[in-house]
């Protein structure tokens, strides 16, 4: 597993705050220079910590407002790989993940409606390894905040 110090965490933690600060300003919060700061975003980055920054999109805004959650049922013993290549072609899959319990993967769906969505759940339902999917709908969003890792004392 990889683990980063606490400087490293200060520093994610800024940028997933404001992914559009300079290495001067989070050099302010963590108490290193530029270029310091930026040494170890790169190193972050070469190790796979950092993924990359993105924009964060209202996706109501955009028109794909309407969203569910949908357990995924698969048809004798597939693979999550299997289960990945089959899910891609639909563009209403905006995550998927595989899970313990009776399902073999959760898929989230975003729609422009409901009747979008109705569309979206019979092509999934229409994927060949899938024997029976569990939808929930979104009627609205209580908590959604990205990874902010706070540097913590492990020793209680």
């Known amino acids: 597993m990889l683990r980063v110090d606490s400087i490293d965490q200060l520093i994610v933690s800024q940028l997933v705050a404001d992914a559009r600060s300079s290495y001067a300003e989070i050099g302010k919060v963590v108490r290193l220079s530029a270029p310091a700061v930026k040494r ?10 950092l993924r990359g920054f993105t924009a964060v999109v209202d996706a ?5 407002g ?11 013993n597939i693979s999550p790989g299997q289960i990945r290549q ?3 072609p639909l563009a209403e899959v905006v995550a998927a993940y595989t ?10 769906l975003r729609a422009a409606d409901i009747h979008h ?8 339902r229409a994927v060949d390894i899938i024997d029976r999917t569990v939808s929930t709908v979104v009627l609205s969003t209580l908590l959604e905040r990205s990874p902010a890792p706070e540097p913590h004392d492990t020793a209680h």
């Open 40 to 49: 170890r975003v790169d190193r972050l980055l070469d190790r796979g910590i």
């Open 60 to 64: 109501e805004a955009l028109g794909w």
């Open 66 to 76: 309407t969203e569910a959650f949908v357990e995924v049922h698969c048809r004798g």
């Open 86 to 88: 089959r899910l891609e």
């Open 99 to 108: 899970v313990s319990g009776a399902a073999d993967a959760i898929v989230h």
């Open 117 to 124: 969505l109705e569309d979206a759940l019979e092509r999934l």
